[in-house]
């Protein structure tokens, strides 16, 4: 006889979910907010009044962001910094990584050992600053770039993917005479598409939403990222931003807030329609390196 085990809501299970549903709701509504002001028409824009449903939709402010120099600058700056940044982020950390499982490398012990230090200890901004000033990559893309081509979180967990892939497919191709570099670009690299896929995200993500260290590196406002250009919109008071070039002084006739609004969720859009198909990558990456065998 079998018997199918029903599980009986208990009074913690209401309360628990209750609280995570109001705490969700608080969570979402400055989003629906947004999402609402920015599609107000802007005749009908009432400042300091709380939009759920916009009374009138209206695409003005977006037509209006879409055809200024400053906000298709930012754009530029980012998808550049992301695309570039990501390339060379996936090469560098796996072929350091791979490097890594080789206990026979000269100097293993030392580069795991610095690896692991800068887990635990940061030289600082100052020190960054400085370093980025002598190098002379200020208010150049290469100072976002460099100053994060691998971490040593990734290093580590890919390290740990890496060496729990199987040893005797690395031997036998060796025994056919194939070279180390061979090895790495014919056996494992298609092994690790699934961990190139889960970190193409993590590092496409950073560097589209890179904001401090543009913040800091970058003084030219023409190659501001989406995220500078952002922030000086929404904390500047006094700043027109977008509006101070490309559409001859129609902002005028649009509220300042619709406009920002707008210029929100265009910087969000490409990683909110991405995420929800590649969200599986994600979590596989999370899971990386955790089981070996």
């Known amino acids: 006889m079998s018997f199918v085990a029903h599980k009986r809501m208990t009074l913690f299970d209401w309360v628990n979910y209750s609280v995570l549903s109001i705490i969700s709701l608080i969570c979402i509504f400055p989003f629906i907010y947004v999402f609402s ?3 107000t028409d802007p005749q009908t824009y009432i400042p300091l009044q709380f939009y759920l449903v916009p009374e009138k939709l209206s695409l003005a402010s977006y037509k209006y962001i879409l055809s200024t120099d400053s906000f298709l600058n930012a754009l530029k700056s980012t998808v550049f910094v992301t695309f570039v940044g990501t390339v060379l982020n996936v090469i560098v950390t796996f072929s350091m990584a791979y490097a890594l499982t080789k206990k026979t490398m000269p100097g293993h012990g030392l580069i795991m ?3 692991i230090f800068t887990l ?3 030289a600082g901004l100052v020190p960054s600053y400085l370093l980025i000033k002598g190098l002379g990559l200020l208010n150049s893309y290469w100072s976002l770039i460099l100053t994060g081509l691998t971490n040593a979180w990734s290093l580590i967990v890919i390290k740990s993917f890496l060496e ?3 040893p005797e497919l690395e031997d036998s191709s060796k025994i056919d005479g194939c070279s180390d570099i061979g090895v790495f670009l014919r056996i494992v690299i298609p092994l690790s598409m699934p961990a190139i896929a889960a970190f193409t995200l993590f590092f496409a993500v950073t560097h589209w939403n890179t904001y401090f260290n543009a913040l800091i590196y970058i003084s030219d406002s023409k190659k501001w990222t989406l995220q500078v ?3 000086t919109l929404i904390i ?3 700043s027109t931003g977008v509006g101070q070039s490309g559409a001859g002084g129609d902002d005028r006739m649009l509220p300042q807030e619709t406009i920002r ?3 929100i969720i265009l910087s969000m859009a490409p990683i909110l329609v991405v995420y929800p198909f590649l969200q599986k990558y994600f979590a596989k990456g999370v899971m990386l390196g955790s089981v070996k065998g």
């Open 261 to 263: 609004m707008a210029s």
């Open 120 to 122: 635990m200890f940061n």
């Open 236 to 238: 500047d008071s006094d």
């Open 229 to 231: 250009l952002v922030k």
């Open 113 to 115: 050992y610095l690896v």
């Open 164 to 166: 729990s892939l199987p």
């Open 37 to 39: 002001v920015s599609f």
